[in-house]
Structures are given as structure tokens and as C-alpha cells.
């Protein structure tokens, strides 16, 4: 697959119309909210153009298609078999978290959360009333481990366990062994685990392990997931929620109906469909152009000795870069990139404190484009010195 950049001016994408907001200017090269420049698979692409040809886009329901879809794809896959009154639809990922804290804990009940992390994961917790348990990751040798005495000790203590897998900002795809250690823990002290994978189909050398798949948390776990990021259709707001245990799924779905966030979109659900159907040759040749990104970045960084960083990542086309060489405070790194390298990326600072010194960079687009902020990046450096 020969990855080109769509042009997206004129489709009120977050990532360039948002821009001039978050980075205070319009020049920039934008390469921050997870979403890719790539067009969605034909298969995507023509079921829409399909259904939009239909003049009435009126309330939709979720047909048995729909359902069959999401577990076929998932044996294939990652070989679960999930039965079809686990799947709850819903509107997407982050506010499924926010159920799902709502469900499982009470207000001033304490939740467990591993740094840095995707912004929403703390936040959404810290709106519920909920008190943070940050077990921050472990950065060592250019990648992360899980600091499990810390996590242990924090287990006492918490209703909740919210899990990102793969993680999101630094791109590790947990192993088993260490995934069953963390089980094992929550289970001992009663710890309920909430699993945000919406990055599991982008991993690239290692395997995927579902949470739900471990029989032994399977009754006392929650799996979020969605199309979104694996076939670039984040806008259409199609994800679900797979909850074996009957208990904890009309919990949740009491807090679903609650908010009354609860129709589905019929594009949302074409686009399900179409993508989990039809689409796994293109991700396939999606995941080979995105690791071919992942090693450009990381190779201009080494020839050009570039004070940076790149933590290799396992998943996601998301690249987390320590920039920590230059020796510049939070506030300074920001400018630099935005002022200096004219890149918006994501501050590595809004992921946590342990993110401090570090810049989270979307390699969701093409080679060209990646070679033009690696070249300003540099200039930027040069300037600098």
C-alpha cells in the first residue's frame, strides 16, 4: 500500500480546524489528534456512498449484521469467542469510560490509572468525583514497565482499574505474563478492570491479548472497543462495549440509557459492518506503510543526531518521542515545536507528569509529510544550537 495524504481542508476535521485554537497558529504542520490523514478502505467508502444514496437517514437499529460482524472479527483476530449478548453498541469509547465509572464506583471511591496516559482516562475520572490512583509506568532503556508493588499497594485501595490496551501514549502491547499479574491482583482485592483496546488491530511484532479472553477476569472485566482508529472512521461515532458478566453489563447499560446517549447512526453502523467485513486485507497492508513510518522517523532521528528519543512503539500509529536532550522546561519544549519546528504535536505534559519532556507525534499520513517535519524539526534544531 502506497500510503497518500488526503487533503482534508473543507471537512471540519478537529486536526486542522482545531489547530489554530490549541497552537495558536495557522502555519503549522499538524500532527497530534489520533485520527489519519489515509482514506478508509473502498469497502467502507462504498458502503457509505451506498447508503447515503438512500434519501432518508431516520433512526436506525442495530441488525443481527451487525452483531455477527463484531464477532467473527474478533475470532479471527484475536481468537475470542464472544457471545452476542455481551456486545452493548455505543457511541463511543471515552464516553463508555465515563459509564463504566459511573457503574462500577461512587463518588470519592478511588481509581487506578497508569502514566502517562491518554488525557480523557484521568480527566474523565477526576469529573466523576472519583480520587486518581496514578501507578506511573516505569521508563527505563527506552521503553516501559509496569511498577507492580505500586500497583499491588494501589489495588488495596480501588474500586476500579481503568486499563489502555495497547497503551496510549507510549505504544506497549502488554504480555500475557504481564497482563495475568495484573488480573491476579485486581481479582485478590475485588478491583473491577475496564479495558479501552482501541488500538488492538494496529500492532505490529507482537500479539494482541483480549482481557476478556482470560477466563478467570472474563465475569469481572469490561472490554471497550471500536472501528475508529483501525479504519480512520473516528468521526462516525460506531463503538461497543463486550461485557460477559450479566451483572456488570445491565450496570452499565442502566448508566448508558441513563445519559441517553443511545442511537446509533446509520453510517456508524455501515461503516462497522463494511470495515469488520471487508477490511482486514487493507489493514494488513495499512499496518506494513505504518511501520514503515515508525522506522523513517526513527532512522532521520539517529543519522541526523537529533537530541530525541523515539520509544519504539508496539501499537498504534502514534509515536511517543522523548525530547528531554534539549534540556528545556515543558513551556520551552512547546514553543520550540510550535514556534521553532512549526509541528503541532500533542505535549507529552497533558498526559501526566510522567509525560513531562515528552511530545506524542501522529505518524497517521504519508511519507512526504513525515519528511517535511522531520526537515523542519531539524532546521528547528540547528537554530537552536
Given at each position: 500500500?502506497?500510503?497518500?495524504?488526503?487533503?482534508?481542508?473543507?471537512?471540519y476535521?478537529?486536526?486542522l480546524?482545531?489547530?489554530?485554537?490549541?497552537?495558536?497558529?495557522?502555519?503549522?504542520?499538524?500532527?497530534?489528534?489520533?485520527?489519519?490523514?489515509?482514506?478508509?478502505?473502498?469497502?467502507?467508502?462504498?458502503?457509505?456512498?451506498?447508503?447515503?444514496?438512500?434519501?432518508?437517514?431516520?433512526?436506525?437499529?442495530?441488525?443481527?449484521?451487525?452483531f455477527d460482524?463484531?464477532?467473527?472479527?474478533?475470532?479471527?483476530?484475536?481468537?475470542?469467542?464472544i457471545?452476542?449478548?455481551?456486545?452493548?453498541?455505543?457511541?463511543?469509547?471515552?464516553?463508555?469510560?465515563?459509564?463504566?465509572?459511573?457503574?462500577?464506583?461512587?463518588?470519592?471511591?478511588?481509581?487506578?490509572?497508569?502514566?502517562?496516559?491518554?488525557?480523557?482516562?484521568?480527566?474523565?475520572?477526576?469529573?466523576?468525583?472519583?480520587?486518581?490512583?496514578d501507578?506511573?509506568?516505569?521508563?527505563?532503556?527506552?521503553?516501559?514497565?509496569?511498577?507492580?508493588?505500586?500497583?499491588?499497594?494501589k489495588?488495596?485501595?480501588?474500586?476500579?482499574?481503568?486499563?489502555?490496551?495497547?497503551?496510549?501514549?507510549?505504544?506497549?502491547?502488554?504480555?500475557?505474563?504481564?497482563?495475568?499479574?495484573?488480573?491476579?491482583?485486581?481479582?485478590?482485592?475485588?478491583?473491577?478492570?475496564?479495558?479501552?483496546?482501541?488500538?488492538?488491530?494496529?500492532?505490529?511484532?507482537?500479539?494482541?491479548?483480549?482481557?476478556?479472553?482470560?477466563?478467570?477476569?472474563?465475569?469481572?472485566?469490561?472490554?471497550?472497543?471500536?472501528?475508529?482508529?483501525?479504519?480512520?472512521?473516528?468521526?462516525?461515532?460506531?463503538?461497543?462495549?463486550?461485557?460477559?458478566?450479566?451483572?456488570?453489563?445491565?450496570?452499565?447499560?442502566?448508566?448508558?440509557?441513563?445519559?441517553?446517549?443511545?442511537?446509533?447512526?446509520?453510517?456508524?453502523?455501515?461503516?462497522?459492518?463494511?470495515?469488520?467485513?471487508?477490511?482486514?486485507g487493507?489493514?494488513?497492508?495499512?499496518?506494513?506503510?505504518?511501520?514503515?513510518?515508525?522506522?523513517?522517523?526513527?532512522?532521520?532521528?539517529?543519522?541526523?543526531?537529533?537530541?530525541?528519543?523515539?520509544?519504539?512503539p508496539?501499537?498504534?500509529?502514534?509515536?511517543?518521542?522523548?525530547?528531554?536532550?534539549?534540556?528545556?522546561?515543558?513551556?520551552?519544549?512547546?514553543?520550540?515545536?510550535?514556534?521553532?519546528?512549526?509541528?503541532?504535536?500533542?505535549?507529552?505534559?497533558s498526559?501526566?507528569?510522567a509525560?513531562?519532556?515528552?511530545?506524542?507525534?501522529?505518524?497517521?499520513?504519508?511519507?512526504?509529510?513525515?519528511?517535511?517535519?522531520?526537515?523542519?524539526?531539524?532546521?528547528?534544531?540547528?537554530?537552536?544550537?
Amino acid at each position: 500500500m502506497r500510503v497518500e495524504a488526503v487533503q482534508r481542508e473543507g471537512t471540519y476535521t478537529v486536526k486542522l480546524d482545531e489547530a489554530v485554537k490549541k497552537f495558536g497558529s495557522d502555519d503549522l504542520l499538524p500532527l497530534w489528534v489520533a485520527d489519519m490523514d489515509i482514506a478508509s478502505p473502498l469497502c467502507v467508502q462504498e458502503a457509505l456512498q451506498k447508503r447515503a444514496a438512500h434519501p432518508v437517514y431516520g433512526y436506525t437499529v442495530y441488525p443481527d449484521r451487525y452483531f455477527d460482524a463484531i464477532q467473527v472479527w474478533y475470532l479471527k483476530r484475536f481468537g475470542w469467542r464472544i457471545e452476542r449478548e455481551w456486545i452493548v453498541p455505543a457511541y463511543g469509547v471515552v464516553p463508555s469510560l465515563n459509564f463504566a465509572i459511573h457503574a462500577y464506583s461512587r463518588e470519592g471511591d478511588s481509581i487506578i490509572v497508569q502514566t502517562p496516559l491518554y488525557p480523557p482516562f484521568s480527566g474523565s475520572v477526576r469529573r466523576q468525583g472519583r480520587q486518581v490512583l496514578d501507578n506511573q509506568l516505569i521508563y527505563q532503556n527506552g521503553s516501559y514497565a509496569i511498577d507492580f508493588a505500586d500497583f499491588e499497594a494501589k489495588a488495596k485501595e480501588a474500586k476500579l482499574f481503568l486499563l489502555c490496551s495497547p497503551h496510549n501514549p507510549t505504544g506497549r502491547v502488554w504480555e500475557r505474563e504481564e497482563l495475568e499479574k495484573m488480573i491476579d491482583i485486581c481479582l485478590e482485592n475485588e478491583v473491577v478492570i475496564v479495558s479501552d483496546e482501541i488500538h488492538a488491530d494496529i500492532v505490529y511484532k507482537k500479539m494482541h491479548h483480549v482481557l476478556g479472553s482470560f477466563a478467570k477476569v472474563a465475569q469481572h472485566s469490561v472490554v471497550l472497543n471500536a472501528p475508529s482508529k483501525t479504519f480512520n472512521i473516528a468521526g462516525l461515532n460506531s463503538s461497543y462495549a463486550i461485557i460477559p458478566n450479566r451483572k456488570l453489563r445491565h450496570a452499565y447499560i442502566h448508566e448508558q440509557n441513563r445519559s441517553g446517549i443511545t442511537n446509533g447512526t446509520p453510517f456508524g453502523i455501515e461503516a462497522l459492518m463494511a470495515a469488520y467485513e471487508g477490511g482486514e486485507g487493507w489493514l494488513d497492508e495499512l499496518k506494513v506503510a505504518l511501520w514503515e513510518n515508525v522506522v523513517f522517523v526513527k532512522s532521520f532521528i539517529t543519522a541526523h543526531d537529533l537530541p530525541f528519543r523515539v520509544v519504539e512503539p508496539e501499537a498504534t500509529f502514534l509515536v511517543w518521542i522523548d525530547c528531554r536532550g534539549l534540556g528545556l522546561s515543558s513551556e520551552e519544549l512547546a514553543a520550540f515545536f510550535i514556534n521553532k519546528a512549526k509541528l503541532g504535536l500533542n505535549e507529552g505534559v497533558s498526559f501526566g507528569k510522567a509525560g513531562e519532556g515528552f511530545m506524542r507525534l501522529n505518524i497517521g499520513t504519508s511519507k512526504e509529510v513525515l519528511h517535511k517535519a522531520m526537515q523542519q524539526l531539524l532546521r528547528a534544531y540547528e537554530e537552536l544550537k
